[in-house]
């Protein structure tokens, strides 16, 4: 059974449209998170949410949208792609704050 | 502010050769300190993780010491394979839990 699981794994998109990135995690877990890793595998955190609620929002453009229906699920929605924002965004959820996080296969996303 | 700073990659050991990943940290308070491994092609996982000072965290042959007086949380294994190859990251959990990443070590192992 996948804990983390991202869809799509591999995104590829024209600058300009918007896209989503959807994440389960089927642990139990009650908070959840975004981070953005760049060609050089520097790993940044974007978002992070406790039972559905927001509580880490780092800066990030406000074209980066989440949404988390549940507290099994937390998604990536980007609206007007640039070339800037390809990257590997990986998903990661924890028991409660500040516990070991489980990360997602990440998704690499291209934006051309 | 509370911060990690890793070694920079990447790093080419010969198989069973000795790895040391060096990570220092600079924090208010006892932060816990963590190893995550990324292999290829897949997200990170925790390696290996310790929370007060002089605590040694190990799995899989890799060992790391909380160092406060030094506030290191280096790396090491006796003796690297083929299949250690990945990226290292070195963490620390921050004061309100929220986790800093350091900018990851990669490690190649050649037969």
């Known amino acids: 059974d996948t804990a983390v699981s991202q869809t799509p794994k591999y995104l590829v998109t024209q600058m300009g449209n918007d896209k989503s990135i959807k994440c389960e995690q089927n642990?139990?877990?009650?908070?959840m998170y975004w981070y953005k890793q760049d060609s050089k595998k520097f790993l940044k955190i974007m978002f992070s949410?406790?039972?559905?609620?927001?509580?880490i929002n780092e800066t990030v453009p406000n074209r980066f949208s989440p949404k988390s229906p549940d507290k099994a699920h937390l998604n990536l929605h980007i609206n007007s792609l640039e070339l800037g924002d390809s990257a590997v965004y990986f998903c990661?959820?924890?028991?409660?704050?500040?516990?070991?996080?489980?990360f997602g296969p990440g998704t690499r996303l291209t934006v051309t | 502010g509370d911060s990690v700073t890793q070694m920079e990659g990447p790093v080419t050991l010969s198989e069973e050769a000795f790895l040391t990943i060096n990570c220092t940290y600079t924090?208010?308070?006892?932060?816990?300190l963590f190893w995550y491994v990324q292999y290829p092609g897949e997200g990170l996982q925790l390696l290996l993780k310790?929370?007060?000072?002089?605590d040694k965290g190990s799995n899989k042959g890799f060992e790391a010491t909380y160092r406060k007086e030094t506030t290191s949380f280096h790396l090491e294994k006796g003796s690297v394979q083929v299949s250690d190859s990945a990226v290292y990251f070195c963490?620390?959990?921050?004061?309100?839990?929220?986790?800093?990443f350091g900018t990851g070590t990669s490690l190649t192992v050649i037969p």
């Open positions: 990661a959820s924890s028991l409660a704050q500040g516990d070991e996080q489980y």
């Open positions: 642990l139990g877990h009650d908070t």
């Open positions: 949410y406790n039972n559905k609620e927001l509580i």
């Open positions: 924090a208010t308070g006892y932060p816990s």
């Open positions: 310790a929370t007060k000072a002089d």
């Open positions: 963490a620390l959990r921050r004061t309100g839990n929220q986790f800093y």
